[in-house]
Every structure is written in C-alpha cells, then in structure tokens.
C-alpha cells in the first residue's frame, strides 16, 4: 500500500500533466492541500478561485484570502448568488448537485476565459463512500479530482498538511450553510444569516464543532461534539438568549451530539 507521501508524489504528478489548471478553493482542509499542491506542480499555471456566496461563512472568505497570500497564489473571487439558482432555493432533495453545477459552472466558465484548459476540485478518497449528490455535477462539467484520483484519505490529507504546516491541517468539517435545512424546507437569506451569526457565536465560546440545524422559522438544533456538552450546558442561558434573539423561538442541544451529513436527504 502506498503510503501518504508516495500519493502526494502521485497527486503532483497528476498534476503536472495538466499543463495548467483553475483550482476550487473554499479554504477548507481538502481544497488547501490541492492548491498547495497545484502551486509547486504548476507554479503561474494554477489560479485558486473562490466563490462568493450566501451559502459560504465570511469568516470562510477571508481564511481562503490569506491563505492564498500565505502559499503566493493568484486568487479570483467570484460573486456567486446560489441561491438565484433554478430550484435551489427550494431545497430539494438534489438541490446539493443543483448548487454544485451552478458554482461550479462559474468556475469552469471563469477558468476558460482565463486560458486554464482545466478545473480541479478538493472530493478525496473518503467521499466515494458517503452520500455526495454533487459528485454528478463534477463529473458532468469534466472537473478533475486530484486528491481522489491519488487515492488520498483524509486522514492522509491531515497528515501531509501538517507537515507543509498548513494552518487547515486540523480544521474542522465543514459544510456549506444551506445544509442546516431539512430537505424541502425553503432556504432564505435571512435564514442563511441567522445560522451563520449563531454558529459564529457558538464558534466563539470555543466550540470546535457546531451545526445549527434549523427546523421551520422557530426551532434551532444545536449539535456539537459530545466531549464539549458540558460548556454548552455551562453557557445555556446566554446561548438561549442570544439565538432567540437572532429570531428563533425555541433552541434545542442535539443530545445525540455532532453527525457530520446528519441532514442528507432529510
């Protein structure tokens, strides 16, 4: 079995043979190490190009510049109203792929323009196993995946961007806000804020993962890893009283903790 540093070897390979490539960069551990990656590979042939978006956290946004800063690669933001999308908005039960195809039709459409003849994107070797409707809008735009093509696991991503000292190295899951609505439950702008400011409050207490799951206009799920239960319960009031401040009438602490996709398909 190859071991993680004979894959990097393999993902730069893969992508030196492009020639050049636009790659999706959200900031998050997946797309850091590509770019890192497409950077030695390419050099001035790699452009990292971030969208812009309602789905997306500022806090995202400006991790993603600096990061871009730091590794000394051209970056192009794209404003990008996802939820302008046919059918996004809706929420339905593929609105993951309806999302995908349309950020992911902007970058192809901007990377084209820009004379890169490819775009890559951060899916790894993980996400083959787990429900990831918009793995069809990759595929059908002709978006190349490195990190999956390389065989490399998440752990294997950690573990090679901490030895690049990659400040995401162990960055928290993330995924973007429209995920926090159960499925056929209308997405909002304003409901898309009130999820961002109380998971940054939340952030702010010093939670290493939380997901505020929105049910109707009144109810907010908290989940958070159950080792960090108890500054949840120390905080209950102030949280309480914050997030219904925010708008929502009642707020609930998951007792089954933290589940990374735990709305998928929901």
Same mark, same amino acid.
């Given at each position: 079995?190859? $071991?993680?540093?004979?894959? +990097?070897?393999?993902?730069?390979?893969? @992508?030196?043979?492009?020639?050049?490539?636009?790659?999706?960069? $959200?900031?998050?551990?997946?797309?850091?190490?590509?770019?890192?990656?497409?950077?030695?590979?390419?050099?001035?042939?790699?452009?990292?190009?971030?969208? !812009?978006?309602?789905?997306?956290?500022?806090?995202?946004?400006?991790?993603?510049?600096?990061?871009?800063?730091?590794?000394?690669?051209?970056?192009?933001?794209?404003?990008?109203?996802?939820?302008?999308?046919?059918?996004?908005?809706?929420?339905?039960?593929?609105?993951?792929?309806?999302?995908?195809?349309?950020?992911?039709?902007? %970058?192809?459409?901007?990377?084209?323009?820009? &004379?890169?003849?490819?775009?890559?994107?951060?899916?790894?070797?993980?996400?083959? @196993?787990? +429900?990831?409707? =918009?793995?069809?809008?990759?595929?059908?735009? &002709?978006?190349? $995946?490195?990190?999956?093509?390389? #065989?490399?696991?998440?752990?294997? !991503?950690?573990?090679?961007?901490?030895?690049? &000292? @990659?400040?995401?190295?162990?960055?928290?899951?993330?995924?973007?806000?429209? $995920?926090?609505?159960?499925? =056929?439950?209308? !997405?909002?702008?304003? #409901?898309?804020?009130? %999820?961002?400011?109380?998971?940054? +409050?939340?952030? #702010?207490?010093?939670?290493?993962?939380?997901?505020?799951?929105?049910?109707?206009? @009144?109810?907010?799920?908290?989940?958070?890893?159950?080792?960090?239960?108890?500054?949840?319960? =120390?905080?209950?009031?102030? !949280?309480?009283?914050?997030?219904?401040?925010? &708008?929502?009438?009642?707020?609930?602490?998951?007792?089954?903790?933290?589940?990374? =996709?735990?709305?998928?398909?929901?």
């Amino acid at each position: 079995m190859a $071991s993680a540093t004979e894959k +990097y070897e393999g993902l730069l390979n893969i @992508l030196r043979a492009l020639g050049g490539a636009a790659a999706a960069f $959200s900031g998050g551990v997946d797309s850091a190490l590509l770019l890192a990656a497409a950077k030695e590979a390419l050099g001035e042939r790699c452009l990292a190009v971030t969208a !812009i978006s309602p789905f997306f956290p500022a806090r995202e946004a400006a991790e993603a510049r600096e990061l871009c800063r730091r590794l000394g690669a051209a970056q192009l933001e794209l404003e990008i109203d996802t939820l302008a999308a046919p059918g996004v908005a809706e929420n339905p039960k593929d609105r993951c792929y309806l999302c995908k195809r349309a950020l992911l039709g902007a %970058v192809c459409a901007a990377a084209a323009a820009r &004379g890169f003849p490819y775009v890559v994107e951060g899916s790894n070797a993980d996400d083959a @196993l787990d +429900y990831r409707p =918009g793995a069809r809008a990759v595929k059908e735009l &002709g978006v190349r $995946s490195p990190l999956l093509e390389a #065989g490399l696991h998440k752990a294997e !991503i950690r573990e090679l961007s901490r030895a690049r &000292g @990659l400040p995401t190295a162990d960055k928290p899951a993330l995924a973007c806000l429209a $995920s926090r609505f159960p499925t =056929g439950e209308a !997405i909002t702008p304003e #409901g898309l804020r009130r %999820v961002e400011a109380a998971e940054e +409050y939340l952030r #702010g207490l010093g939670l290493t993962q939380r997901r505020v799951r929105v049910h109707g206009a @009144l109810l907010a799920r908290i989940e958070a890893l159950p080792e960090e239960f108890p500054l949840l319960a =120390g905080r209950a009031r102030e !949280i309480d009283e914050y997030l219904k401040s925010l &708008g929502f009438r009642y707020v609930a602490m998951d007792l089954g903790g933290y589940r990374m =996709g735990n709305m998928n398909g929901k």
